[in-house]
């Protein structure tokens, strides 16, 4: 068996593949990102990637897929909104290049099942969540999803570091959103 061969047969072809892409997408973003490319740095023929996931966007979407059930894990079970949008910051600083491919639709196979399926898992905890808070549902789901996906993308492109001044991002978010994620209705202050 020629070496070539034998690397392809390392273990976990696509994993190794998705977490090669990882590492590229956190480092350079995803326009850096080659099928050839990420072939080399798995030790595998240049083929193999595209033997796993077709082309550049089929790798994009596995890797917006695994992303959406990452976040869906991670926010657990808590149906607070304010808990939500805490664990949305917490997502984006643990899993950067999931988070730079999962809202880039321009990147994604639009028609994956897969993708549908896991992005509407992980938004339908969002508008939950919000029935409570908002008497529009529709425009509260905007407004916590762009407030806390806001606060994300700032984050991680270090556009708020002087102005967290060494304070813990979790606590920052919670702080700003003070009594914005207030239920409907409930005009008390606190």
């Excluded at 984006?92 to 196979?109: D, S």
């Excluded at 992980?122 to 606060?151: K, N």
Aim: hydrophobic share 45%; aromatic share 8%.
């Amino acid at each position: 068996m020629t070496a070539e061969r034998a690397a392809y047969h390392h273990g976990d072809l696509p994993r190794a593949v998705l977490t090669a892409a990882l590492d590229v997408i956190a480092t350079e973003g995803p326009a850096a990102l080659s099928l050839r490319g990420l072939a080399r740095r798995a030790g595998v023929s240049h083929a193999a990637p595209a033997h796993h996931f077709g082309d550049r966007a089929g790798l994009l979407t596995a890797i917006a897929t695994e992303g959406y059930g990452l976040l869906s894990a991670t926010f657990g079970e808590t149906r607070n909104l304010r808990d939500l949008g805490v664990r949305y910051v917490r997502f984006a600083i643990a899993h950067p290049a999931h988070f730079q491919v999962m809202f880039r639709p321009e990147l994604l196979r639009p028609d994956d099942p897969e993708l549908l399926a896991a992005r509407e898992r992980t938004r339908s905890r969002l508008r939950v969540a919000v029935a409570g808070y908002a008497d529009d549902p529709a425009v509260g789901f905007m407004a916590a999803w762009s407030m806390a996906h806001g606060f994300a993308s700032l984050l991680l492109s270090h556009n708020l570091d002087g102005l967290l001044d060494g304070q813990d991002p979790e606590e920052a978010f919670r702080a700003l959103t003070g009594d914005m994620f207030r239920p409907a209705g409930d005009s008390a202050t606190g």
